[in-house]
């Protein structure tokens, strides 16, 4: 089907747009297009384009739909008649369960096909061996031919062969076999991969031994950290799952650091979202829902189980090895934090780019399934409704974000150590969601390889909004930084969750003025340095 025969309505007239976050309600015209929804009012100087992937659920009563955006916006529009408010509502509803491969296409058909991530594969490995004869840069999944969610080239120890990498993926849930994520620079190294199937009857196998254990010298001790309960990995091997049988590795010592899983994660987002739109509500219940949703226990979970990675890297000098089940979600989250504490070049702008692009699009992060559906569409799927959208995504969740509030809360307490300001977190969730570039698309490696279709890179379009996403209070330090998880420590990402909600018109003119200020600051600094010279090199001319 086209998509053309998915929109009944591709144009209306006398459409009066209104919203919690709208201060003064428009009337004018909205268009529906193949990936846009278009509403704009000459009278009024209001023009509004909203992709239509961060359509979440589509409400419709009477002559008036509402739209739940992914970023969280609340949108409705009235209609002049209840049969164009039923057509509207219906053409949206089909345009946002439009498969992931017809959007991209039509996305995407008419732009360049030449593209090349800044963060390529090779490079990325090529940095991360940093000529250490330690460790080699392995083809063994050419082709996706081992690992269908890892990137055709891994680092992996040197003295152990394609064959034994090979035998350790068929122990190892989905193939993902122990890959390095980072080298510290005490000597400690950090990897990351899949659970074990030893399964009920305790299997073992040799060569996956061969290749964690050659990891640690000898009288060396490193530790496994697994993201799961211990309840939970236990259960896991009635299912053919489980973890390392501490006999078979000996030099490691396992560490239960548990996490939710993605779709505990969503309903928790789904909770905090909903208090956040409840402006009218007490102090008294705000704070009650606040509670009730745990989002803000899950980023001191989180938070607290990076530092423990990061302390075991950096004050034991102990590797670590961080695997859940199928490591595609806490896995990452606790691999990306941890190199965020310990290591400075993540904090600045190409770092933390590079960060993402390596622990979540090369490491095979699936953000097509977790963000097909979001907190508005996971909570209607709980409970009835009149919505039109009546399809939940089994399979979303929230992880990336978590990662992002997580990487907020570590901003907050150290300002002055980032060279990216907040508000490109904000974007960065934006994006992940819905976006004009592609580079958040597909749910691995393969996935982006495989597309046909014109990839624009959303890093190139980040340099081009350089002073938008800078940090003026950045000051470059070598440290380490290790953020508070106390409870008075942890805070609502304002900016993020209560965007729509609050008008925050003045809160971000007068951070503008702040931020003016110190730029000039720095710039009069700079001239009055370069005049000091001048007068020196002067005065010793002159004598």
Same mark, same amino acid.
């Given at each position: 089907?086209?998509?053309?025969?998915?929109?009944?309505?591709?144009?209306?007239?006398?459409?009066?747009?209104?919203?919690?976050?709208?201060?003064?309600? %428009?009337?004018?015209?909205?268009?529906?297009?193949?990936?846009?929804?278009?509403?704009?009012?000459? %009278?009024?100087?209001?023009?509004?384009?909203?992709?239509?992937?961060?359509?979440?659920?589509?409400?419709?009563?009477?002559?008036?739909?509402?739209?739940?955006?992914?970023?969280? +916006?609340?949108?409705?529009?009235?209609?002049?008649?209840?049969?164009?408010?039923?057509?509207?509502?219906?053409?949206?509803?089909?345009?946002?369960?439009?498969?992931?491969?017809?959007?991209?296409?039509?996305?995407?058909?008419?732009?360049?096909?030449?593209?090349?991530?800044?963060?390529?594969?090779?490079?990325?490995?090529?940095?991360?061996?940093?000529?250490?004869?330690?460790?080699?840069?392995?083809?063994?999944?050419?082709?996706?031919?081992?690992?269908?969610?890892?990137?055709?080239?891994?680092?992996?120890?040197?003295?152990?062969?394609?064959?034994?990498?090979?035998?350790?993926?068929?122990?190892?849930?989905?193939?993902?076999?122990?890959?390095?994520?980072?080298?510290?620079?005490?000597?400690?190294?950090?990897?990351?991969?899949?659970?074990?199937?030893?399964?009920?009857?305790?299997?073992?196998?040799?060569?996956?031994?061969?290749?964690?254990?050659?990891?640690?010298?000898?009288?060396?001790?490193?530790?496994?950290?697994?993201?799961?309960?211990?309840?939970?990995?236990?259960?896991? @091997?009635?299912?053919?799952?489980?973890?390392?049988?501490?006999?078979?590795?000996?030099?490691?010592?396992?560490?239960?650091?548990?996490?939710?899983?993605?779709?505990? $994660?969503?309903?928790?987002?789904?909770?905090?979202?909903?208090?956040?739109?409840?402006?009218?509500?007490?102090?008294?219940?705000?704070?009650?829902? $606040?509670?009730?949703?745990?989002?803000?226990?899950?980023?001191?979970?989180?938070?607290?189980?990076?530092?423990?990675?990061?302390?075991?890297?950096?004050?034991?000098?102990?590797?670590?090895?961080?695997?859940?089940?199928?490591?595609?979600?806490?896995?990452?989250? $606790?691999?990306?934090?941890?190199?965020?504490?310990?290591?400075?070049?993540? !904090?600045?702008?190409?770092?933390?780019?590079?960060?993402?692009? +390596?622990?979540?699009?090369?490491?095979?992060?699936?953000?097509?399934?977790?963000?097909?559906?979001?907190?508005?569409?996971?909570?209607?799927?709980?409970?009835?409704?009149?919505?039109?959208?009546?399809?939940?995504?089994?399979?979303?969740?929230?992880?990336?974000?978590?990662?992002?509030?997580?990487?907020?809360?570590?901003?907050?307490?150290?300002?002055?150590?980032?060279?990216?300001?907040?508000?490109?977190?904000?974007?960065?969730?934006?994006?992940?969601?819905?976006?004009?570039?592609?580079?958040?698309?597909?749910?691995?490696?393969?996935?982006?390889?495989?597309?046909?279709?014109?990839?624009?890179?959303?890093?190139?379009?980040?340099?081009?909004?350089?002073?938008?996403?800078?940090?003026?209070?950045?000051?470059?330090?070598?440290?380490?930084?290790?953020?508070?998880?106390?409870?008075?420590?942890?805070?609502?990402? +304002?900016?993020?969750?209560? !965007?729509?909600?609050?008008?925050?018109?003045?809160?971000?003119?007068? @951070?503008?003025?702040?931020?003016?200020?110190?730029? !000039?600051?720095?710039?009069?600094?700079?001239?009055?340095?370069?005049?000091?010279?001048?007068?020196?090199?002067?005065?010793?001319?002159?004598?």
């Amino acid at each position: 089907m086209e998509f053309a025969d998915k929109i009944r309505i591709p144009k209306l007239n006398g459409v009066t747009m209104r919203g919690p976050h709208i201060s003064n309600p %428009s009337t004018g015209t909205l268009v529906i297009t193949g990936h846009h929804l278009i509403f704009s009012s000459r %009278s009024e100087d209001v023009e509004l384009w909203i992709l239509n992937r961060n359509i979440d659920i589509v409400e419709k009563k009477l002559n008036s739909i509402t739209l739940k955006c992914k970023d969280f +916006r609340i949108i409705v529009f009235d209609m002049p008649y209840i049969e164009q408010a039923t057509s509207v509502a219906a053409s949206i509803e089909s345009l946002i369960m439009t498969d992931e491969a017809d959007y991209l296409h039509h996305m995407f058909s008419n732009k360049s096909n030449e593209y090349r991530s800044p963060f390529d594969v090779q490079s990325q490995c090529e940095k991360l061996v940093a000529g250490d004869s330690m460790w080699r840069i392995s083809q063994v999944n050419k082709s996706y031919r081992v690992c269908g969610t890892y990137p055709e080239l891994t680092v992996v120890p040197s003295n152990v062969d394609d064959t034994m990498l090979i035998a350790s993926a068929k122990f190892r849930q989905n193939g993902r076999f122990p890959v390095l994520s980072y080298r510290h620079e005490k000597g400690s190294v950090l990897m990351r991969s899949s659970q074990p199937l030893v399964g009920s009857s305790s299997k073992r196998c040799k060569q996956d031994e061969r290749v964690i254990n050659s990891v640690l010298g000898p009288g060396k001790r490193g530790y496994i950290i697994d993201t799961r309960s211990v309840a939970n990995a236990t259960n896991a @091997k009635a299912r053919g799952g489980g973890f390392e049988m501490e006999a078979h590795y000996p030099q490691w010592r396992r560490v239960n650091s548990a996490l939710e899983r993605h779709n505990v $994660l969503l309903d928790s987002l789904s909770k905090i979202i909903e208090a956040c739109n409840d402006t009218t509500c007490t102090i008294e219940r705000w704070l009650n829902k $606040l509670n009730g949703s745990e989002w803000l226990s899950h980023v001191k979970d989180t938070l607290n189980a990076a530092c423990l990675v990061a302390q075991c890297l950096n004050k034991e000098r102990a590797s670590v090895l961080v695997h859940g089940s199928e490591s595609t979600d806490a896995t990452l989250v $606790l691999i990306s934090l941890t190199q965020l504490i310990l290591n400075p070049e993540c !904090r600045t702008i190409v770092g933390f780019e590079s960060l993402i692009e +390596r622990e979540w699009l090369q490491a095979g992060h699936p953000f097509e399934t977790r963000h097909k559906s979001g907190c508005y569409n996971a909570a209607r799927s709980k409970v009835s409704s009149s919505s039109s959208s009546k399809i939940f995504h089994h399979g979303s969740g929230a992880t990336f974000l978590l990662f992002l509030d997580c990487t907020w809360q570590i901003h907050n307490q150290f300002p002055c150590c980032f060279q990216f300001s907040t508000n490109f977190l904000s974007s960065l969730v934006d994006h992940s969601y819905c976006s004009d570039f592609s580079t958040f698309y597909g749910n691995c490696e393969s996935d982006r390889k495989n597309n046909q279709y014109g990839k624009p890179n959303l890093w190139s379009h980040f340099d081009q909004k350089i002073d938008e996403i800078s940090n003026p209070l950045y000051l470059h330090t070598n440290n380490v930084i290790w953020p508070s998880v106390a409870p008075f420590s942890i805070e609502l990402w +304002r900016d993020m969750y209560l !965007r729509w909600s609050i008008d925050q018109t003045h809160q971000k003119k007068y @951070k503008k003025s702040i931020d003016d200020l110190i730029k !000039r600051n720095k710039e009069l600094k700079v001239l009055a340095t370069k005049l000091l010279n001048e007068t020196q090199d002067s005065g010793n001319k002159s004598t």
